[in-house]
């Protein structure tokens, strides 16, 4: 009688590509990759090695050691790199304190479909499709000294409250237009995630008697880890990498500073010394050291 083991195996047959098939996988998958190369991987190691040396940006016979001189420069010698620091660190705190709980509590009504839902997701979304140089733009014609709330308010330019050139609140005023793109796009992300959840994990916490507040706390935000890790991520990214909404309002005089637009200002007006380089790279650090940490932190509970 024959055994398990006397039994024929079956062949796996593997696919053999043709040469045209080997042509259009080259492709289609090494032009990505080269440009990807070129364009992201590239430029930034190049800014690393940059930002330790002197360079006009012209002749490449040009470039000179400096060491660690421009980060020293940076560090002791450049106060305004510390109220630059402030600032997004003030974005950041404000990003994930109020406007990014804002996006998930508008994305949670809005899956309960609430009253005129649809239109609050509309409304919501709209600032999304437009990048923050357009929505600098439009709160620039808004709130200048001679725009449209200063006229609506019937002050003439003397007397006009100048909303972005006041320290007092300029730094709110910002943040609350950033605010307006930012919360619609969390509330996006947030609604997609939502919209996954099994809903017979809800009704299993309503049977059990948990309040609609406890469901979310223990079932559905747990459930909803991806979506709370990019969510994380783009807080942070966001908050660190704001220099279009500020350049198009304030222009290269960058007057509420920020670590994007003292990058620009050094690489496009300090060339020699590179300090535009070094200020990349500590954005760079300070984007990406608190992304790995937690990301770290939450692989090791998956693993456990």
């Known amino acids: 009688m024959a055994t398990m083991t006397d039994r024929p195996k079956k062949s796996v047959r593997r696919r053999s590509f043709s040469g045209r098939d080997k042509v259009t996988l080259s492709f289609f998958i090494g032009i990505p990759t080269f440009l990807h190369l070129a364009l992201v991987w590239f430029p930034a190691f190049a ?5 330790f040396t002197y360079w006009t940006g012209i002749r490449i016979e040009d470039i000179k050691w400096a060491g660690l001189d421009n980060y020293e420069n940076i560090f002791f010698n450049t106060p305004i790199f510390w109220d630059a620091l402030r ?10 304190l109020i406007a990014t709980p804002l996006g998930i509590l508008l994305a949670y009504q809005i899956d309960r479909e609430i009253r ?5 997701q509309t409304a919501f979304y709209l600032p999304v499709v437009l990048s923050l140089a357009v929505i600098g733009v439009i709160w620039n014609f808004l709130l200048r000294p001679d725009g449209f709330v200063n006229g609506a308010l019937g002050l003439p330019i003397s007397e006009s409250v100048s909303f972005f050139g006041d320290d007092r609140y300029n730094i709110w005023v910002i943040l609350i237009i950033a605010s307006w793109r930012h919360i619609g796009y969390i509330m996006l992300l947030y609604l997609a995630g939502l919209k996954a959840v099994d809903m017979a ?13 406890q469901t979310f706390r223990k079932v559905v935000f747990p459930a ?19 220099f279009d909404l500020i350049y198009i309002i304030y222009g290269g005089s960058g ?22 380089a070094a200020y990349a ?6 984007s990406i050291v608190p992304i790995i940490a937690y990301l770290r932190q939450q692989f090791k509970e998956d693993v456990k």
């Open 224 to 242: 909803m880890k991806p979506v709370n890790i990019i969510v994380i991520v783009i807080t942070v990214v966001e908050s660190l990498r704001a």
């Open 201 to 213: 994990l809800r009704e299993a916490a309503s049977i059990d008697g948990a309040t609609e507040w």
């Open 87 to 96: 600032v997004n660190v003030i974005w950041l705190f404000w990003f994930a």
């Open 47 to 51: 800014t690393i090695l940059l930002s």
């Open 281 to 286: 790279v500590i954005l760079f650090l300070l």
């Open 255 to 276: 007057g509420l500073p920020i670590l994007g637009v003292l990058v620009f200002q050094n690489i496009a007006g300090e060339g020699a010394s590179m300090k535009g």
């Open 116 to 120: 005129g839902h649809k239109f609050y």
